[in-house]
């Protein structure tokens, strides 16, 4: 194993102290109730990508993960190898104010949180530092619904398993699974616990032509594709889920015609799109209805935090709608190409139509390269056999900017007959500034240029409020 519990990776020793909760976590001796002592934290070694632009190949990084559950209040201590020059604890809106000592880091924690501490500005060799509360309905071995994975490592002949209708996968403390779990017209089921998968081989978690669907708690580590695939699927939970990957086109969740899909309390760093949310692509067919991505947090070393709309169906158009993306934060976001650029990416092709979207409270922190916001009806001869069918009715409410490196932002309509329509911004803010219509301004500016924005004449309706 490349990267195994128990490594001290790079100098760093993570100590945990625990008050009031006796809980389950990577092992049984992490927690002590009394908190009267600290404990160390096993970690994993996890390869991190970044594209060389002269070669498209990937140059390799590697930072840690530690995971743990707790309840009440946990104080950390890092010992860093080094000089600490600067410590940031990410997501920034959580406001962790670390205290340094020499080469000693410590803060608190109030409550689980995904977190990234990056030391002197290195965004590479970081800790990925994850956390959950105790799971207290965790069976405790196999019953005729329950295959149980308990603590060691894991993996079922020609690397895959495949969970069928009223079963569920649990993978406890301290398993580690090196398979990829597959959902194949299956109702009812589920994968969860707090083990890890690591390096499954044809993608992490699978569910395809399936319907009630639970994916909860699961650490997955570098999948040999997606992370997750939801294919032509209804009603599926994907929550606590945290999910890293470093090879070519290593998107995180990825979303083909599917309906009620409900994606909460995420941690996503991927080498490729974090969400993408697809009409047809492949064997899956149908429009894509009434998804929510809520409270989590997305890193992308490549390509879009948020990507919506790419693929689909020329000869039978179909539809993106009632899209609710909210109290999300972007770590980052790093993408040369101009075509795919945007931590908010709208760009329907195939005749694709997406309508009726709602992002709130999305909160951008300074990215390395790309754009703030993408929308383009698009034809891309890579992907697409014909244009999309346009944007419309999109609501993109208490969007926080903070940062120097966005691109121009756009808004491109197809043409008259492909348009992009309706589209409001409400308290829009970049760099500290509210953005809106009426704003002071000399009257020759258009309210774009202050984000700064391009729209093309084939955008209706673009309004800029506060509330």
Not at 129 to 135: C, E, F, G, R, V
Not at 277 to 294: E, K, L, P
């Amino acid at each position: 194993m490349a990267a195994h519990l128990g490594i001290l990776y790079r100098g760093v020793v993570l100590l945990i102290w625990a008050a009031a909760c006796a809980a389950q976590s990577l092992n049984s001796s992490l927690f002590r109730s009394s908190g009267t002592s600290w404990k160390s934290l096993d970690l994993w070694e996890v390869p991190l990508s970044e594209v060389n632009t002269s070669s498209g190949k990937s140059i390799v990084h590697y930072g840690s993960v530690g995971y743990f559950d707790f309840c009440d209040q946990v104080e950390v201590a890092l010992t860093y190898t080094g000089s600490v020059e600067s410590v940031s604890i990410r997501p920034l809106s959580y406001d962790i104010k670390p205290t340094v000592s020499g080469s000693e880091i410590t803060f608190t924690l109030s409550k689980p949180r995904n977190i990234v501490i990056e030391v002197n500005g290195d965004i590479w060799d970081v800790l990925h530092l994850l956390s959950n509360t105790p799971d207290l309905e965790a069976p405790t071995g196999n019953s005729s619904s329950v295959i149980y994975l308990g603590p060691g490592s894991h993996s079922f002949p020609g690397g895959s398993i495949n969970i069928t209708s009223g079963q569920t996968l649990y993978l406890a403390a301290g398993a580690v699974l090196r398979s990829t779990v597959h959902f194949y017209e299956a109702h009812d089921a589920a994968i969860r616990g707090r083990g890890f998968m690591y390096q499954p081989p044809t993608g992490g978690i699978l569910a395809e032509n399936s319907s009630n669907i639970l994916i909860d708690g699961i650490t997955i580590l570098t999948p040999g594709g997606y992370v997750v695939t939801l294919g032509q699927s209804k009603d599926t939970t994907i929550r606590n889920l945290h999910g890293f990957s470093s090879k070519g086109n290593g998107d995180g969740i990825d979303v083909f015609s599917s309906e009620n899909v409900l994606i909460e309390g995420i941690f996503m760093r991927n080498s490729d799109d974090n969400i993408a949310i697809y009409a047809h692509r492949w064997n899956y067919w149908g429009s894509t209805r009434n998804v929510t991505v809520q409270d989590s947090s997305l890193w992308a070393d490549l390509a879009h935090p948020i990507n919506i709309g790419t693929h689909g169906n020329s000869i039978d158009p179909e539809v993106i709608e009632h899209l609710t993306i909210r109290n999300i934060d972007v770590l980052d976001h790093r993408e040369p190409q101009t075509l795919y650029q945007g931590t908010i990416a709208l760009n329907p092709g195939d005749d694709n139509l997406v309508q009726h979207v709602l992002v709130d409270d999305f909160r951008v922190e300074d990215f390395r390269q790309g754009q703030l916001i993408n929308m383009r009806v698009m034809y891309n001869e890579k992907y697409n056999t014909s244009p999309g069918r346009g944007i419309h009715n999109v609501t993109i409410r208490n969007l926080v900017y903070n940062g120097s490196h966005s691109n121009m932002n756009v808004l491109v309509g197809y043409n008259e007959e492909r348009p992009i329509t309706f589209v409001k911004f409400i308290n829009l803010k970049v760099n500290g500034k509210l953005v809106y219509d009426t704003m002071p301004k000399p009257t020759w500016y258009m309210t774009s240029d202050f984000v700064p924005m391009y729209a093309n004449e084939h955008v209706k309706n673009l309004t800029f409020v506060l509330e």
